[in-house]
């Protein structure tokens, strides 16, 4: 169903009316009219940093999505800048392992700021939205890169409709999410003439 929340398929899953309720509480869960970068529109868009600005949430959010890999074995975890960073953190703190962020230099994500994975390290992946899985698969290069074995993807919302690639890696998330897009030429929120919103720091990838 367009728009609304689906449950996560994952084993050991969290209270996940509670999880989604704290989202729509907190403002996390945005509804009007989005421009994508695609070009496309939606009438639904996710700003987990709504969210992650409240630290007792972050640190809720980062044990339900820690715990949902119980029994892997993680010896650091690694997100994306921006949107991976307070995640990142968090999942790190609840694992007792430390945390990184990769950021983009000149085009191309890679670890700055004295951050290291060492060869052999089994690596965790997070991110608070998944939907192309763009950040996430350079991310996932990175970690090959210099060595260390991705053991898995988390994310706070899945969009992606099963349609990231992460070459066969679990992919563990609290929520998922199913939001229409449409053409602007086809938009029904362009035809009832609501003001067309870009959210967020970055544009919003489809």
Request: aromatic share 6%.
């Amino acid at each position: 169903m367009s728009g609304q929340f689906v449950e996560p398929k994952r084993e050991g899953e969290g209270p996940v009316e509670e999880i989604l309720q704290l989202f729509k509480e907190t403002g996390a869960f945005l509804q009007g009219h989005f421009l994508l970068t695609s070009g496309k529109h939606s009438a639904q868009y996710m700003q987990c940093a709504r969210i992650l600005q409240y630290p007792w949430l972050a640190t809720t959010l980062g044990q339900e999505l820690a715990g949902s890999f119980a029994g892997v074995e993680i010896n650091a975890v690694i997100g994306p800048a921006l949107g991976g960073i307070i995640v990142a953190h968090e999942v790190g703190r609840a694992l007792g392992v430390k945390a990184v962020f990769a950021e983009r230099q000149n085009g191309e994500m890679t670890l700055r700021r004295g951050f290291a994975l060492n060869p052999g390290e089994k690596v965790l992946v997070v991110e608070d939205v998944l939907t192309t899985g763009g950040s996430v698969k350079e991310v996932l290069a990175l970690v090959k890169a210099v060595g260390a074995e991705p053991v898995g993807v988390g994310v706070l919302v899945d969009r992606s409709g099963e349609r990231a690639d992460l070459n066969g890696l679990p992919l563990r998330s609290l929520v998922r999410m199913e939001i229409e897009v449409f053409t602007p030429e086809d938009c029904p929120l362009c035809a009832r003439g609501l003001p067309l919103e870009k959210p967020g720091s970055r544009e919003i990838r489809d």
